[in-house]
């Protein structure tokens, strides 16, 4: 069978709708940042992403649209999220 197999690595996730990571740790760490991210989302743009636009990336990888980069940083999960 013909698999096809995607590797996500965002660089920063910004939690949305009341998403919490579960290690209490990483709850601090997005607690004491999470003001900073309108700041750092426009020069940043390749670094950056929501955890709305990485669901539908991964929706959209699910979609028979030709054949793409197999491993997808913060910039081509961004560009995901436009395609139709």
Request: no cysteine; glycine share 4%.
């Amino acid at each position: 069978m013909p698999f096809r197999a995607y590797v996500f690595r965002p660089a920063y996730i910004q939690p949305r709708h009341g998403a919490r990571p579960r290690t209490r740790s990483y709850r601090l760490v997005y607690a004491s940042t999470s003001w900073l991210y309108p700041l750092l989302h426009r020069p940043f743009l390749r670094h950056t992403t929501t955890t709305d636009t990485l669901g539908r990336a991964m929706l959209a990888v699910t979609r028979p649209q030709g054949r793409g980069p197999r491993v997808l940083a913060s910039a081509e999960i961004n560009s995901l999220r436009a395609r139709p």
